[in-house]
């Protein structure tokens, strides 16, 4: 947002300052794995993949993953994920963050975790030959926005100064999480140009890695109520700001977007769904803290059932259900946006209750999620879902892979789903995906102790919006929660007990 007054800014180098991602990782500890990556351990004989700048390139493109493609607007101003803009003020409109620190000696403030990533920020601009960057405006409280938007307002007029100021309570420099900032040598300051140049373009590249997205980006006025701003940062916490980045949202309008499966049988990513011993489909919805609620009832008649799976099948934004049963068929239930399911399409047909499946998007080339799996074979199949409906011929990617567990989940963090293939004796190993149907790289052990954990399945915002996980349900009913990052395990917390004969779907 633009400013009435601001520190000038100067054009001598800053201290530099550690990158904040080493000073905010979380180590699993005391828990049921290791979760340090031990050596390389051997990958099963995979087709051949594409040369590594081939899918490098191809990496770079969003993907749409398992979770809905909206969710619910966070409405409390003290979340990382705070929505704020025209329609939708702070509560309290006068609201001040209590954990204020000076912004790299600016005099400039800012939340304290925003503000140690935003040293990261400015360390990877300054060792990535743009010239640096500097600070031009941080927190602004209800008092001083009055003043920001009459200033603008008489000099303007209302209508113009609405795109280019917020109105005191609908600022989001007043949550603490915004800065804008500016070429280290100071051209371009609170200017368009500051896109253009080589600083401007790396922040709009990277910001997402330090947790923060360009707010205001070209051409979403109708969108954002604002002007372009490239210099208008937001923080918002890596996980979100890399799962934008990762499924192509370009606002936080468009993240939070209003979930088109308010009324469905299953509301979110984070929300668990089990069958019983009776047959009856549960829903346990997740939880503000980060667990589950009491369960309800979406369906009956699932005795027989192999394995479940919850996935948006034909990407409407809305939660289906991939059936595995014992008899080898393999059938969808459409979730119908009012609640409940629709009736049973068969899409694969004969011998599937021999095989070991998990289903997820497994290529950019096709939109809609699909199936790996093998027979006792050890063959590694993929099965496109191109249609939405019945599924594709597949395509042999690998061989070896008998007596292993799959779950397919994004643990590099890059967009491509990955394959984590639990032993027999315990060992979890991550299998990178490249993107296109193949494996990139060597595999890694990324745990051990897994012989304990009955099933696997992946998480989406349980701890928060744009968080990732895996849920682990141990042998004797517990329910673990493992964060993931970018390559490593984040968080780790039980998240329920007493789950002893109900069968998860993934």
């Not at 300052?17 to 099963?44: D, N, Q, Y």
């Not at 629709?342 to 939109?367: E, F, L, Y």
């Not at 809609?368 to 249609?387: A, E, K, Q």
């Not at 939405?388 to 892979?401: E, F, H, T, Y």
Request: aromatic letters at 12%.
């Amino acid at each position: 947002m633009r400013v009435l007054k601001h520190p000038s800014v100067h054009g001598k180098a800053r201290r530099r300052l550690a990158a904040c991602a080493a000073f905010l990782t979380m180590a699993v500890a005391g828990g049921v794995i290791t979760a340090a990556p031990s050596s390389a351990t051997p990958l099963p004989t995979t087709a051949p993949v594409a040369a590594a700048s081939a899918i490098a390139n191809k990496m770079a493109a969003p993907t749409t993953v398992n979770p809905l493609p909206s969710v619910d607007p966070i409405g409390n101003p003290a979340s990382f994920s705070v929505l704020v803009n025209k329609s939708r003020p702070l509560n309290p409109v006068s609201y001040a963050p209590s954990d204020l620190i000076n912004a790299r000696g600016s005099g400039q403030y800012m939340r304290a975790e925003a503000a140690v990533w935003l040293n990261g920020l400015f360390q990877g601009a300054a060792d990535a030959g743009t010239g640096g960057l500097s600070i031009v405006s941080g927190y602004r409280s209800y008092a001083q926005q009055q003043e920001v938007y009459a200033y603008y307002v008489s000099i303007y007029g209302q209508a113009y100064a609405d795109t280019i100021s917020a109105r005191p309570g609908y600022s989001e420099h007043q949550t603490g999480l915004a800065m804008d900032i500016g070429n280290a040598a100071g051209s371009c300051g609170l200017s368009t140009c500051f896109g253009d140049t080589a600083a401007g373009k790396w922040v709009a590249a990277n910001a997402h890695k330090y947790g923060f997205i360009v707010r205001y980006p070209n051409g979403y006025t109708g969108t954002t109520g604002y002007s372009y701003e490239p210099w208008h940062l937001r923080y918002v916490g890596v996980a979100l700001a890399t799962d934008m980045n990762r499924r192509g949202f370009p606002t936080l309008e468009d993240y939070f977007a209003g979930n088109p499966a308010a009324a469905a049988s299953i509301k979110s990513g984070a929300d668990l769904v089990a069958a019983d011993s009776s047959g009856r489909m549960l829903r346990y919805p997740a939880t503000a803290a980060g667990g589950y609620g009491a369960p309800l009832q979406i369906g009956s008649g699932w005795t027989g059932l192999k394995q479940g799976f919850v996935v948006d099948w034909d990407i409407d934004g809305i939660y289906d259900i991939l059936a595995q049963w014992n008899n080898g068929v393999l059938g969808v239930y459409r979730g119908l946006p009012g609640g409940g399911f629709a009736g049973q399409v068969v899409v694969g047909n004969g011998g599937w209750d021999r095989m070991t499946i998990t289903v997820g998007k497994w290529t950019h080339a096709h939109p809609r999620p699909g199936v790996v799996g093998y027979f006792p074979d050890g063959v590694l199949r993929y099965y496109p879902n191109t249609f939405g409906g019945a599924l594709s011929a597949p395509q042999v990617i690998g061989k070896g892979w008998n007596g292993l567990e799959l779950t397919m989940a994004d643990w590099e963090g890059d967009g491509a789903n990955d394959i984590l293939a639990r032993t027999a004796s315990g060992s979890l190993i991550n299998y990178r995906g490249d993107g296109w149907a193949g494996f990139f790289g060597p595999a890694t052990t990324v745990g051990t102790g897994w012989q304990y954990m009955r099933t696997l399945l992946p998480s989406f915002g349980l701890t928060g919006a744009g968080a990732r996980g895996v849920t682990a349900q141990t042998a004797d009913g517990n329910l673990y929660n493992y964060g993931l990052g970018r390559g490593s395990w984040t968080t780790y917390a039980q998240v329920g007990s007493g789950w002893n004969g109900l069968k998860l779907f993934k």
